[in-house]
């Protein structure tokens, strides 16, 4: 274990650790972790699309070498923990298989119990020519026990009628929502617009996104941050069996929450420690939470009508 400025990082599983990073298979260092340690996994597992980091399989393989995986998140994971699976589609031939779908009866069949099926919408990425491009993907959370931690108050957005009162009943003129705001839903946007329709519009890491790194499907540091609030307590413990370059450790750090994460490719270890000692010293270029999208103005020269098209 050593010290990253204030930050303990060990390589192996370590309970007094602030962040324990494994260069390796996930399911090794799952097999050293606790059971019933953790309180959140959340994490956006290879999609068998074949990047880089990953073999392309028949999806039937695909799902059958990640279930192990499950099995051992499944026994690590609190009575009252949660599990965020974030997941797209897998293309073969032109044709969409989304895997939110094919992972559901995998997590039913160790009777994890699905509590939302959460849409993340984002406004760039690859555009189809044969289909309509993709601007969304999903976020499983499935629950352990009836008994779990949901701290709704920590994640309310402002309401659009804060000033709705009871129109009949006892409650007659007074207030009918929430002092804090209300239930950011399950369509997820976490910018400003997004407190008015209810969509969970987090733009994806790209080339011109504040932390974007060299990982191809980087996952964005706010899209954690929600769940880490909402489904952990102060000082609880945030697994990601397929951290990337380390987005869901910066999420945990930032909310004083411990993390334990694997990732099998030293180049993404290494960028991870890199962004933590950047974190740890306040100089990691992060989107805040909230900061709206920017919209083009007419002065924008991308926003105009090429010459040759008009």
Known sequence: MYMNNSISVSNTYDARADVVLFNGDC??????????????????????????????????????????????????????????????????????????????????????????????????????????????????????????????????????????????GEKKGQPSGNPLGKNPSDIWDVVTQDWEDGVWDIPNVKANHPEKTEHPCQFPVELVQRCVLALTDADGIVLDPYCGVGSTIIAALQHNRKAIAAEQDSTYVDMTRDRLQKFAHGKLPLRPLGKPIHKPTKNDSVAQIPLEWK
């Open 27 to 168: 399911i090794d260092l799952l097999k050293n972790v606790p059971s019933s340690s953790v309180d959140l996994v959340i994490t956006s597992p290879p999609y068998n699309i074949g990047k880089k980091y990953e073999a392309k399989t028949s999806l039937e393989a695909y799902l059958k070498n990640i279930k192990p995986v499950i099995s051992e998140i499944h026994r690590v994971l609190a009575s009252t923990g949660s599990i965020c699976w974030q997941v797209g589609n897998y293309i073969n031939k032109g044709e969409v298989f989304p895997l939110d779908i094919y992972y559901y009866d995998i997590f039913k069949s160790f009777d994890l119990k699905l509590r939302n099926r959460i849409i993340w919408r984002f406004g760039h990425g690859l555009h189809c020519s044969k289909r309509f491009s993709g601007r969304y993907e999903v976020i499983l959370w499935f629950t352990k026990s009836d008994d779990y931690i949901f701290n709704l108050d920590l994640v309310r957005v402002p309401a659009k009628y804060p000033g709705k009162r009871h129109f009949k």
